[in-house]
């Protein structure tokens, strides 16, 4: 049925023509321009239209007894038959009878009538004659994975800076047993999107002849004729590593990936109802609850056929081909300096770098779960764990001096001296930022961001802010970053660096209000014009 209030509103209101609401609704032109003449030959309704009335009311008042446009009762609410036949063509064991339930259980919830479920399949076996729906793919043991994101995200809460993140979900099936491999994701760049994929091929046990992906940006680049489509360059050594090919579905064509799809509804419309209502604090956490589930879900039997999606796989992991000896490695490449507190900062984290290369530039080589630094020359440094939350520090105390604190340019007694010529509020603020990590090493940057706001703002300005931060109990580099310009702003002039602009002047002539005035001006320019009459009489 269509949208008749969204109809009229999109007309009167907005002006949109007939085709312009057709496109936005996703609907048959014909469809919105029969139903808006209709409604304008109505000699019992117009616009604007009466409060709380609905779309079967307006169906009502406009076509009476008659029947609308196809023979369709309009005191029925329609099916959405495009959806069912995707359901249908797209999800495995998926039957009309749980169609209808699900079109019914709406209706009763609406409050609107609905047919019965033999009108329901008559009426849709009609649609699909129309239609000609009949493409069916059939699932071939060993032959594809298909792999696509969760349309449901989750939440995240650092537990170090206490900062929301999102979490996306990466889903991937083997078509043939339906067996699910599913991982949660904070970034979905090149780097995590080749973990996942190498995670899901160890976890099938093997590698399948063709990857059927989504068409996102990770993946495929171009995909205009869906016979040669452009692939993202790391994706496609991704396959070739791995000795398969990539087969991405046709645009907004789901039915290409119909397993994956199903993958998806089947968590979306299961266990990530109870994940909804659970705290996350890590992506580990995360995904060891995921695993839990997906591994119940994996052993559970089908409920059309006998035995489980894991006694399938076990027949179909034989079929796939062995996994290579080393999983392919992207590699991000990066060159960092290492500065006064021996650490390099790469994708929103820091790490520790020896002594010996302080304040030298050093080499990155990054994957998706290994950070490996390196000098210019080439010679390995150190190597780390990569980062899963911004701002971690990853520090080795064998990295720093072992007086690091006083040989360092940066030490918490710089950082305390500096403060007191601020304020004694100043002072008290960075030595709780010094105190507020295992190795103080660690917060001299905080420190420094704190002190460095006196370039813009003035020393007033600062110590105000940091004497609210104290009083509120939020002593850190986040709040006074936030704060400042409004305590500046509350002070006027008195909460700036005056200091900076003098400098920019310095060296300029400064003319007094006098020199503007206008009869000065017109005086001068006076003279200047008889002067140059007088010059050309000469």
């Known amino acids: 049925m269509l949208d008749y209030k969204d109809i009229i509103t999109k007309h009167y209101a907005l002006g949109m023509s007939g085709k312009a609401i057709a496109e936005s609704l996703k609907v048959s032109v014909s469809g919105v321009n029969d139903f808006l003449r209709a409604f304008r030959n109505s000699p019992v309704l117009s616009y604007p239209l009466p409060e709380g009335i609905t779309n079967y009311g ?53 409050g609107v009538k609905f047919y019965s479920y033999r009108q329901f399949c008559e009426n849709y076996a009609k649609w699909c004659e129309e239609n000609k729906e009949t493409l069916h793919f059939n699932a071939v043991i060993g032959q594809k994975m298909e792999v696509d994101f969760a349309g449901k995200t989750f939440q995240m809460v650092d537990h170090l800076t206490g900062e929301v993140m999102t979490i996306v979900v990466f889903v991937a099936v083997l078509p043939y047993s339906q067996y699910i491999y ?5 970034s979905t760049k090149e780097p995590q999107w080749i973990a996942v994929n ?5 976890y099938f046990g093997g590698v399948p002849a063709l990857v059927v992906c989504d068409n996102c940006k990770q993946a495929v680049i171009a995909n205009k004729d869906w016979i040669d489509p452009e692939l993202n360059k790391d ?29 998806v509804g089947i968590l979306e419309k299961g266990f990530f109802h109870d994940m909804e209502e659970m705290d996350y604090f890590s992506l580990e956490q995360f995904n060891r609850d995921l695993w839990k589930h997906l591994d119940e879900l994996n052993n559970a039997p089908f409920t059309k056929k006998p035995h489980s999606r894991r006694y399938y796989w076990d027949e179909e992991r034989r079929e796939l081909m062995p996994l290579p000896p080393v999983p392919y490695e992207y590699m991000e490449r990066r060159t960092a300096k290492v500065s006064s507190d021996y650490h390099v900062r790469f994708d929103n984290a820091y790490y520790s770098v020896d002594r010996a290369y302080l304040h030298r530039e050093v080499l990155i080589r990054a994957s998706a779960t290994t950070v490996k630094i390196f000098s210019k020359e080439g010679e390995f440094i150190c190597e780390w764990p990569r980062a899963t939350v911004k701002s971690q520090w990853s520090t080795d105390p064998n990295h720093l001096p ?45 420190c420094q961001g704190v002190l460095s706001f006196t370039k813009k703002y003035s020393k007033q300005a600062l110590e105000e802010t940091c004497r609210q931060a104290l009083e509120l109990g939020k002593p850190n580099y986040s709040f006074i970053k936030n704060s400042i310009q409004l305590v500046a702003e509350d002070l006027g002039v008195a909460g700036y660096n ?10 300029a002539f400064v003319m007094g209000a006098e020199s503007m005035d206008i009869e000065r001006l017109l005086s001068r320019s006076q003279s200047l014009a008889q002067g140059k009459g007088k010059g050309g009489g000469k």
């Open 498 to 507: 005056t200091a900076v602009n003098d400098e920019r002047n310095k060296g």
């Open 182 to 186: 599913a991982e949660g994701m904070v």
């Open 198 to 202: 190498n995670n899901a091929l160890q």
């Open 235 to 263: 994706y496609a050594e991704w396959a070739e590593h791995n000795h398969t090919v990539i087969l991405p579905a046709k645009v907004k064509k789901p039915k290409y990936k119909s397993s994956v799809e199903n993958a």
């Open 58 to 110: 307006i169906a009502a008042l406009v076509y009476g007894e008659k029947q609308l446009p196809g023979g369709r009762d309009p005191s029925y609410e329609q099916p959405d038959y495009e959806n069912i036949a995707k359901d249908m063509s797209s999800r495995k064991n998926m039957t009309l009878v749980v169609l209808w339930n699900r079109y019914s259980k709406q209706c009763r919830d609406r």
């Open 402 to 446: 072992a007086n690091f604190k006083e040989m360092s340019e940066w030490n918490g007694t710089y950082f305390t001296r500096k403060a007191m010529t601020v304020g004694p509020n100043t002072c008290d603020v960075i030595k709780r930022i010094l105190a507020s990590r295992k190795l103080e090493v660690q917060t001299y940057r905080m």
